[in-house]
């Protein structure tokens, strides 16, 4: 039986304040303010900003940046309904500074320069690997604004999967790459300025106590499983392939 309380990390002390099963209903993947806390470490905001929550899922990181940095938050998912992540945002409290938006990352409906910083958390990797992306968002934020993202990945590139993998790789992972990878991909002419690229610490470890703790604990039928698979995948994996980048350029 696993103590939930073991998801409250010490070098993560800003999420541990967080119930854990609340986290866990909220599941669509790595835990997401984990990642989000180790990214704000390198991307500063300020009481008030505007911030773009590209990806947001269920919500989980605009409730974390509208209660602990005191910004107003755009929380933008195509998947989840804004319905539900309202129901969610005013169970937090933060409803008056956390705004629900249906939206495609392709198709903003936004003004040129509105945001103070565009953040996405385990999300940015299935839309912004196109060359054309980052170019597309930048305009979105203004000048001197930040962009961040945390999203899972490789150590190193990965053009076939090595064999003790080939039975839990999915054809998702097309999109999952490495640090550097996502340092050349910004740094084209004319873009942003990269400021940080780094692999989050000892993210691999938190995702299987996340996920192990996820696969007991969910709700979820569809999340149990899934948890449970990942599980199986890194302890087959023994941190020799996976990573999370996260990266942060000023606009």
Same mark, same amino acid.
């Given at each position: ?65 509208? +209660?602990?940095?005191? &910004?107003? $938050? ?9 319905? #539900? /992540?309202? %129901? ?99 740094? +084209?002419?004319?873009? &942003?300025? $990269? ?9 691999? #470890? /938190?995702? %299987? ?43």
């Amino acid at each position: 039986m696993i103590d939930l309380d073991s998801l409250r990390l010490p070098d993560h002390p800003r999420s541990a304040q967080y119930d854990p099963t609340w986290m866990i209903d909220g599941c669509m993947g790595p835990n997401p303010l984990w990642l989000l806390e180790d990214l704000l470490a390198d991307l500063p905001l300020r009481t008030g900003d505007r911030v773009l929550d590209l990806g947001c899922g269920q919500g989980l990181t605009s409730v974390f940046l509208a +209660r602990e940095y005191g &910004v107003q $938050v755009f929380a933008c998912d195509l998947w989840v309904k804004p319905t #539900e /992540n309202l %129901r969610r945002f005013t169970e937090a409290g933060v409803d008056d500074r956390a705004f629900p938006i249906h939206a495609e990352a392709r198709d903003l409906k936004f003004a040129k320069g509105y945001f103070d910083a565009a953040i996405s958390v385990d999300s940015y990797q299935y839309f912004g690997t196109d060359a054309l992306y980052l170019s597309y968002l930048a305009p979105f934020v203004r000048k001197g604004g930040y962009i961040g993202i945390a999203v899972p990945g490789v150590q190193r590139e990965v053009d076939t999967p090595p064999e003790w993998l080939v039975p839990h790789w999915e054809h998702d992972f097309a999109v999952f790459h490495s640090a550097e990878w996502w340092e050349t991909h910004w740094t +084209r002419p004319g873009q &942003v300025e $990269v400021l940080s690229v780094k692999e989050a610490p000892n993210a691999v #470890e /938190n995702w %299987r106590t996340w996920s192990a703790a996820c696969a007991e604990h969910a709700k979820s039928d569809f999340v149990r499983k899934m948890s449970a698979q990942t599980v199986a995948m890194l302890d087959a994996d023994a941190g020799r392939t996976f990573a999370f980048p996260l990266v942060v350029a000023r606009v």
